[in-house]
């Protein structure tokens, strides 16, 4: 099969590797038909998590096409059109059972740290991911959905991680009817989080980010209001104007760990970019919150030192909620509202790349050219 494969930071390249085999009676091959890059993607092909290993293909967001399952697979058969969450998970550890999937205890080798995603690194359990036509789906019975007829695939695609991510960043933010919530960032997880705040209840949507056509996808896609923080000698000083001085009563961070940058810029926070180790923003959001509101951060964050304002917030009297988002659980209602009409997840899509061409979707992705902000990797089919 032709897969994405990692040769090094910023080098990977579309390699022939073998079609990957049935390990165990509860495995599911999946013919990839449609995969994406996340912005987390970005974090191993910048170097920056640990143990990504030369010869792994990257990939959390694809569905697909069942094409053979194990002998003990009972809820999917060959031909079933499916979406795969991005995690990994049993279905009955301690916290599969509590709905927690991404932090499953039985799928990876560092289960005290973290759970398991597909294709991110030998950190998160080195399973190889989507970004190819065929990939390995483990407990077949758990985690893959078939995708409704009504569902178009863009949007299936975007479920398994961006928009499920993002409805959860707003859900950990246990917003109130009529509160304030800022976001920090405007990527496809920070677009989905400041949309999904609405539906929770919320009187006002601030995103922050410093480009400025990512910032006019939060205008017209999640309805926000929206503020560049290069335009501003302290952002957090800003929202504290334009809150009455109290400050938002919700923040999320959407953004989490520089996506670039060498350590040094990551542990000392001295890049102020809002993408994927320092903490920038997790620092705006506890600054900028009013005494007693709510963090939610589900950008992603590496295993890394960052000096957070853990005190600032201990003194404010805040409260912190975070994860990486359980996927699936969120799908019953993210249905509903697409269904409904109330969600068009693909609204974000703004690059379509075959597989043999995922090189330049990392390139123009990271590099933020053609005002990028969320690439689909057409596969197989298309």
Request: net charge negative; proline share 4%; charged share 20%.
């Amino acid at each position: 099969m032709r897969a994405m494969t990692y040769r090094g930071p910023y080098k990977i390249r579309v390699e022939e590797k073998d079609v990957p085999p049935i390990e165990h009676p509860n495995d599911a091959i999946v013919r990839v038909t449609m995969a994406a890059v996340c912005g987390s993607d970005l974090h191993l092909y910048h170097g920056m998590i640990p143990d990504t290993r030369v010869g792994t293909t990257f990939g959390h967001e694809f569905i697909g096409v069942v094409e053979e399952v194990g002998s003990s697979v009972q809820n999917l058969k060959r031909g079933d059109r499916v979406m795969v969450p991005a995690n990994i998970y049993c279905g009955s550890c301690y916290y599969c059972t509590r709905g927690l999937y991404s932090n499953c205890h039985n799928v990876n080798a560092n289960a005290t740290a973290m759970g398991s995603l597909y294709g991110y690194s030998h950190t998160a359990g080195g399973y190889d991911g989507g970004q190819a036509e065929y990939v390995r789906v483990p407990f077949a019975d758990v985690g893959p959905t078939i995708i409704p007829d009504w569902m178009d695939d863009e949007d299936a695609v975007l479920l398994t991680d961006a928009t499920a991510t993002g409805y959860f960043g707003a859900q950990l933010g246990d917003i109130s009817e009529g509160d304030t919530v800022v976001v920090f960032g405007a990527g496809p997880v920070g677009l989905f989080a400041a949309k999904s705040a609405w539906f929770m209840g919320a009187g006002r949507v601030i995103v922050i980010d410093h480009l400025e056509y990512r910032l006019e996808k939060a205008r017209t896609f999640a309805h926000a209001e929206t503020y560049n923080f290069v335009e501003y000698d302290d952002i957090v000083v800003h929202l504290k104007k334009i809150t009455d001085h109290f400050g938002a009563d919700v923040a999320i961070d959407a953004a989490g760990a520089e996506a670039d940058g060498n350590f040094t810029q990551h542990v000392t926070s001295a890049k102020l970019k809002l993408q994927g180790g320092s903490p920038v923003a997790l620092n705006w959001a506890i600054d900028s919150v009013r005494k007693g509101g709510t963090i939610s951060v589900m950008g992603a964050y590496g295993p890394m030192f960052s000096a957070v304002k853990f005190g600032d917030a201990l003194n404010k009297g805040l409260t912190l909620r975070m994860n990486q988002c359980p996927m699936k659980r969120q799908w019953p209602r993210l249905f509903e509202h697409i269904k409904a009409g109330y969600l068009k997840p693909s609204d974000i899509v703004t690059h379509r790349i075959p597989l043999e061409h995922i090189s330049d979707a990392y390139h123009i992705f990271s590099a933020k050219l053609d005002d990028c902000i969320k690439p689909l990797i057409l596969v197989g089919d298309h």
